[in-house]
């Protein structure tokens, strides 16, 4: 009887065991062929050689880039891009405007040509052209710029600033 009940418990442990391996590896497995985390690998290894230049290097912000492309019937092209960062030392700093450093993350500001400053809702702004393509850029928080993208001959000013003016903080 003690034998039987020792065979048992052993062959639970061990079917245990088996099944606890095989969610390990395909844990494992997916892990290696999901984008996210090789991304984080990369950054992992780029913060490690960073830190090997210079301690005092850190990452203060992460910044990510969603456009939005919209096409007409005719094929003109609207592209509305959010730029959202993350600030990693709890502080966003003080909001002073444009956030250049997100914004330049789409727009290449040595191309810019015609620069108009101006005002979106109440904040901050300004619209460029840069070869045949305009964009109208604002910041309306320091974690959310926004920037839209249009060929300045197939829509007007003034919808460009009333679609413009239709993107809010949300609560």
């Given amino acids: 009887m003690k034998k039987k009940l020792l065979w048992c418990?052993?062959?639970i442990?061990?079917?245990?065991?088996?099944v606890l391996g095989v969610f390990r590896y395909i844990e494992v497995r997916h892990r290696q062929t999901d984008p996210n985390w090789k991304?984080?690998?990369?950054?992992?290894?780029?913060?490690?050689?960073?830190?090997e230049v210079d301690e005092d290097y850190a990452c203060k912000s992460l910044s990510k880039v969603t456009p939005?492309?919209?096409?007409?019937?005719?094929?003109?092209?609207?592209?509305y891009y959010c730029c959202q960062?993350?600030?990693l030392s709890d502080e966003s700093g003080e909001y002073t405007?444009?956030?250049?450093?997100?914004?330049g993350m789409v727009i290449d500001f040595a191309q810019i040509q015609n620069r108009r400053d101006c005002k979106v809702n109440a904040y901050n702004a300004f619209?460029?052209?840069?070869?045949?393509?305009?964009?109208l850029c604002w910041t309306i928080s320091p974690e959310i710029s926004c920037i839209i993208e249009y060929g300045a001959d197939t829509i007007g000013e003034k919808d460009i600033f009333k679609m413009a003016e239709s993107v809010q903080l949300p609560g």
């Avoid at 442990?13 to 088996?18: D, G, Q």
């Avoid at 939005?68 to 592209?79: K, R």
């Avoid at 619209?127 to 964009?135: N, V």
């Fill in 9 to 11: 418990a052993g062959t």
């Fill in 13 to 18: 442990v061990l079917i245990t065991l088996i």
């Fill in 39 to 51: 991304l984080a690998q990369q950054i992992y290894k780029m913060e490690n050689a960073l830190k």
């Fill in 68 to 79: 939005f492309s919209y096409t007409d019937s005719e094929g003109n092209i609207i592209t």
């Fill in 85 to 87: 960062t993350s600030y």
């Fill in 97 to 103: 405007g444009l956030n250049t450093d997100a914004i």
């Fill in 127 to 135: 619209q460029c052209e840069m070869g045949e393509r305009s964009y």
